[in-house]
């Protein structure tokens, strides 16, 4: 699974012009089930997202045509990591410690 971190690299008021294009991305991801978890940080400095379990280069793919990453307004910093517990909600992404 990967953990994204987004920070804003840019004015809010600029973020705020590219958050519906942000959003359908998001969209995109879940609807591909790529995508788990996402919401913005507190305080509204990025935002953070939750992967599924994928080969990294489809990660790399997905996350370069986020409109925060194509207009160059955030940068991304990706922890890999195995998720050995989870709720149960999640057992399906649980891999063998």
Known sequence: ???VVLTYTAPLTEIDDH???HRAWLREQYDAGRLLVSGARTPRTGGFL???AM???ELDAAL????FAVNGLADAEI?????TS????LAQWREPA
């Open 1 to 3: 699974m990967y953990a």
């Open 19 to 21: 958050v519906p294009g």
């Open 50 to 52: 939750l992967f599924a």
């Open 55 to 57: 080969p990294r280069p």
């Open 64 to 67: 370069a045509e986020d409109p």
């Open 79 to 83: 922890v890999e990591f195995r998720a």
């Open 86 to 89: 989870t709720v149960d909600a």
